[in-house]
């Protein structure tokens, strides 16, 4: 039995499709019940649990081989630190009431920096904590989701330039798209375990992109130009808070600051293996403009 907790997210969703289709048993772990439609139809028994009720989140859990945890950032929240290191305790006192033999946690490119950088500080934090656990763990630290370019996409094609708060915006990053990532989580958990504990991977897409890049696949599918332009760090903030809480905001900074520095937030050297999405930005980004 395989427990994705956070299955209706793409990235559950993908990882417990694959795990469907190879045959096996998968118990999809989510808060709302509305959400579960198209993970019952592909044969998931549905659990609902929240983060934050350790408790209720073991039972959902009990029985599991496997767990795939994911930790969804609360980017509204007034405090998304505090609710952020709430749900690593919660999972992690799940998951040590559970005692399911492997856990395979979604982590962050970054997660291995010492000093703060943001939003991957926050998966440092939750490896960490899962470190404690008495399972063999994996550690699939994501390159950023090229679905995040959604966000931005409403204004490139009013105005014909893409924000980019990647600077310069010919410097290329690691990128992947979420579904690929699902896959990948799929194909380590079929896998037998190893020796290694924690074992550590990467997750990044075919090849590394730059935001020119980015618009050039916009330009492509929207049969005219577009420009990347980089957002001037003093409006990073009042750009952020349009849609984000101002803690969130402060994570994200901290984030594009370390990512602008360059190789920073980054494969960890020497440790752990690189895995490969086949998925290319073109075809990420395809599904997410509106229909013409």
């Known amino acids: 039995m395989f427990a994705i907790v956070g299955a209706a997210g793409k990235v559950g969703y993908s990882t417990s499709l694959a795990l469907r289709k190879a045959g096996l048993p998968v118990r999809a772990i989510l808060r709302d019940e509305a959400k579960a ?23 959902s859990i009990a029985g599991a081989d496997a767990v795939q945890v994911i930790l969804p950032p609360p980017l509204r929240a007034e ?18 009431q559970a005692r399911p ?12 920096i010492a000093e703060d950088v943001g939003m991957p500080t926050m998966f440092r934090v939750f490896e960490e ?3 404690q656990l008495d399972a ?7 390159a950023e989701h090229m679905e995040g370019w959604g966000l931005v996409i409403p204004v490139a094609i009013a105005s014909a330039t893409l924000p980019s708060f990647h600077d310069p915006v010919d410097m290329k990053f690691p990128t992947i798209s979420a ?35 980015v618009a050039a696949a916009l330009s492509q599918l929207l049969g ?29 900074i901290n984030l594009y ?8 937030i980054d494969i960890e050297p020497q440790t752990g293996e690189v895995r490969h999405g086949a998925t290319e930005l073109i075809d990420a980004l395809r599904p997410l403009l509106p229909p013409q």
């Open 37 to 59: 439609a198209p993970l019952s139809e592909i044969g998931c028994e549905i659990a609902l649990a929240d983060l934050r009720d350790p408790a209720a989140l073991a039972r």
């Open 79 to 96: 405090d998304a630190v505090g609710e952020m290191r709430q749900s690593i305790e919660g999972l992690a006192e799940a998951l040590g």
């Open 101 to 112: 033999k492997r856990v395979l946690a979604i982590s962050d490119y970054g997660a291995q």
């Open 129 to 131: 904590r899962l470190r």
């Open 136 to 142: 063999h763990k994996i550690f699939l630290r994501s």
């Open 179 to 213: 579904a690929d990532l699902g896959l990948i989580a799929a194909g380590l958990l079929l896998q037998p375990a190893t020796e290694e504990n924690p074992q550590v991977v990467h997750a990044e897409g075919p090849r590394r992109y730059s935001a020119n890049d």
């Open 224 to 252: 005219r130009t577009v420009e990347a332009q980089a957002v001037p760090r003093s409006q990073w903030k009042e750009s952020f808070e349009r849609a984000l809480s101002p803690s969130a905001t402060e994570l994200l």
């Open 257 to 264: 600051d370390a990512h602008n520095k360059g190789g920073l």
